[in-house]
């Protein structure tokens, strides 16, 4: 199967979100936890809010996160969709 047949298989952008949305939370969790880790298990979330959200930084910080799991959601189920 040719990669255009494969995005035009049906239920393929429905496989490609079924992997994109676990995918996304869990880089979202893991980046919360390496970046404020002692301030989030705490409950200090101004600094959680300071050090990942404030000034701006809430648009690189969701961005990557989107893009990334997109991504590698779109090349696996491009992988294994025969």
Do not use: C, H, R
Not at 11 to 33: C, R, Y
Not at 39 to 56: I, M, P, R, T
Not at 63 to 68: A, D, E, G, S
């Amino acid at each position: 199967m040719t990669f255009l047949e494969k995005i035009k298989a049906p239920g393929f952008w429905m496989n490609m979100l079924k992997i994109a949305v676990p995918f996304f939370i869990v880089v979202t969790l893991f980046s919360l936890i390496m970046n404020s880790g002692s301030a989030l298990f705490s409950g200090d979330f101004e600094k959680v809010n300071e050090v990942n959200f404030s000034e701006g930084k809430w648009q690189k910080f969701w961005t990557v996160k989107i893009v990334l799991s997109l991504l590698y959601a779109f090349y696996l189920t491009v992988k294994k969709t025969k």
